[in-house]
């Protein structure tokens, strides 16, 4: 699937590392197992390996249809007592974001499996995208894309 419909520069051959990509974002649960039942169940990730290294609980997950990108799921060992509410993200990582084919369909068969939609599809023309938010079982963010004409 074409991430963008935006005109791109030319690729930097001379930037750092002429071959980097994104290649996996790291989520820190204390809710291990359920974390990675929630991503399988709710949204179709793969579960590709999981090992324990001492206290520290691996698992690397990987979207449904693509192998180039993976959720990296950590956990320091059995859930403790809850923190108080968390201050608004005011920098740092904001949400994950996905690209599907139809944005509706998607929060829809999210909707069937008991996730919240958070956000209502919107279009951003300037971008040539349609949007739509959804919040996971920790209330991290998660938005599904498509491109639009």
């Given at each position: 699937?074409?991430?963008?419909?935006?005109?791109?520069?030319a690729k930097n051959a001379e930037g750092i590392n002429g071959k980097m990509r994104a290649d996996h974002v790291a989520l820190r649960t204390l809710d291990f197992a359920g974390t990675i039942g929630w991503y399988t169940e709710k949204l179709g990730f793969r579960l590709l390996k999981q090992v324990t290294l001492g206290d520290l609980q691996l698992a690397f997950l990987a979207p449904a249809n693509d192998d180039n990108f993976w959720v990296e799921v950590l956990s320091n060992g059995p859930?403790?007592?809850?923190?108080?509410?968390?201050p608004p993200i005011t920098s740092g990582?904001?949400?994950?974001?996905?690209?599907?084919?139809?944005?509706?369909?998607?929060?829809?068969?999210?909707?069937?499996?008991?996730?919240e939609v958070t956000r209502e599809p919107f279009?951003?023309?300037?971008?040539?995208?349609r949007c739509g938010f959804v919040a996971d079982?920790?209330?991290?963010?998660l938005e599904f894309i498509q491109n639009i004409d």
């Open positions: 699937m074409e991430n963008t419909k935006l005109p791109l520069p859930a403790r007592e809850p923190q108080a509410t968390p990582f904001q949400h994950l974001c996905l690209t599907v084919e139809n944005v509706e369909e998607t929060l829809a068969a999210l909707r069937e499996r008991g996730v279009d951003v023309p300037p971008l040539g995208k079982l920790h209330g991290n963010t």
